[in-house]
């Protein structure tokens, strides 16, 4: 086997909400198996900053673009950034996403419309936008999905809806642009640690997560990364419409 192969090599990416977490996860991932990575941020510009800082001093190329994905002006000038930098698209993952614990009482059409906007809209409106640059040997979006879209949890009503729409909507999606050679596929994470959920993750309610995975500890952002780069690269050329569960085992 080439120790040098690169499964990713010469590809570019677009990875949403990759300044934190498992989308910088991904971003480097990415660019470790040679895609040209877009990172992009919504707010945390120091931490897009970070993760392209990080890419570029190990050879990698990587630029950071600020968008709010639920806006299509800020959706169009990623993609403009995009074609500008590097020339062409190949892979979207579609990661950005709010989440916050919210009892039943407290739920406001506010809190609704900014998980449904960010989380659900924004798929859908950067996938709409990647038809214009995908070339004509297709494209591969992959959709961040999550355990809880499967079982859901206490207080989080709003956040899991959004994660079982995006289910569905890749299911819609991958029929729909199978004829354009664009595969579509989700990725379900269970319990991982990151800095947006490390609170969560260290409390009572994380470690029932963890007592219930089997493998028996949080997942890291390289977990789900590596999945990602498998669902991104030729190895996954049989699927779409999949989901994969990348939860250490817990159902």
């Known amino acids: 086997m080439n ?3 690169k499964r990713l090599e010469g590809k570019v990416a677009i990875v949403t909400g990759a300044s934190k977490g498992i989308g910088a996860g991904i971003a480097k991932e990415f660019a470790q198996e040679g895609a040209a990575v877009v990172v992009n941020y919504a707010s945390d510009q120091k931490g897009a900053d970070n993760v392209v800082k990080e890419i570029t001093d190990n050879g990698g190329k990587a630029i950071a673009v600020h968008a709010d994905v639920s806006k299509t002006d800020d959706v169009k000038k990623l993609f403009k950034e995009t074609q500008n930098a590097f ?3 190949d892979i ?3 990661n950005a996403g709010v989440f916050k614990s919210i009892p039943v009482e407290q739920i406001s059409e506010e809190e609704f419309n900014r998980h449904f906007s960010i989380n659900v809209l924004g798929t859908l409106l950067t996938t709409k936008e ?3 640059y995908f070339d004509e040997s297709g494209g591969n979006i992959i959709n961040m999905t999550s355990i809880v ?3 859901p949890v206490p ?4 956040y899991s809806g959004t994660k079982g729409a995006i289910h569905s909507i890749t299911n819609a999606l991958s029929a729909e642009l199978a004829p354009r050679k664009i595969r579509v596929n989700s990725i ?3 319990a991982v640690d990151t800095e947006g959920t490390h609170e969560y993750q260290h409390s009572e309610k994380g470690d029932a997560f963890v007592n219930a ?3 028996g500890r949080l997942g890291s952002p390289k977990d789900i990364a590596k999945v990602a780069v498998f669902l991104a690269s030729d190895d996954s050329a049989w699927l779409t419409g999949d989901r994969i569960f990348a939860t250490g085992g817990l159902k």
């Open 3 to 5: 120790d040098n192969f």
């Open 87 to 89: 020339g062409r698209l």
């Open 92 to 94: 979207l993952v579609n």
């Open 130 to 132: 990647s038809l214009s």
């Open 149 to 151: 879209g499967e079982k």
């Open 155 to 158: 207080t989080y009503s709003i």
């Open 188 to 190: 379900a994470p269970g």
């Open 213 to 215: 995975t089997p493998l």
